[in-house]
């Protein structure tokens, strides 16, 4: 899918991002440039599901280190490393919901 919509749930990247939220992500930036440290993605965990959080670092081996804004986030800090694969599009618009 090109484009896709997803609903905030939470507030780990708050105040940018809050709960109830909207954003538009797609994949296709992803396959035209590197991701970059600052980018947000929403991506795939085995764990806690679909999360939205911001690029910290990307590692030389493909790892992906995410941060969310909130010392309580579940993030790397919590769940260590992602990969490519897991994540499912560049965040392109933020639609809030007020």
Same mark, same amino acid.
Not at 19 to 38: E, K, N, Q, T, Y
Not at 58 to 80: K, M, N, P, W, Y
């Given at each position: 899918?090109?484009?896709?919509?997803? $609903?905030?749930?939470?507030?780990?990247?708050?105040?940018?991002?809050?709960? &109830?939220?909207?954003?538009?992500?797609?994949?296709?930036?992803?396959?035209?440039?590197?991701?970059?440290? &600052?980018?947000?993605?929403?991506?795939?965990?085995?764990?806690? &599901?679909?999360? #939205? $959080?911001?690029?910290?670092?990307?590692?030389?081996?493909?790892? #992906?280190?995410?941060? &969310?804004?909130?010392?309580?986030?579940?993030?790397?800090?919590?769940?260590?490393? #992602?990969?490519?694969?897991?994540?499912?599009?560049?965040?392109?618009?933020?639609?809030? $919901?007020?």
């Amino acid at each position: 899918m090109i484009l896709q919509v997803f $609903k905030v749930r939470g507030a780990s990247l708050a105040p940018e991002f809050q709960d &109830g939220d909207f954003v538009v992500s797609s994949a296709v930036p992803i396959f035209f440039r590197r991701l970059r440290s &600052g980018d947000v993605v929403v991506f795939d965990h085995r764990v806690y &599901g679909r999360l #939205i $959080k911001r690029v910290e670092r990307i590692e030389a081996c493909g790892q #992906i280190f995410v941060l &969310g804004s909130a010392t309580e986030s579940i993030d790397s800090r919590t769940f260590g490393p #992602i990969y490519p694969a897991d994540v499912r599009g560049l965040v392109l618009w933020h639609v809030r $919901k007020n």
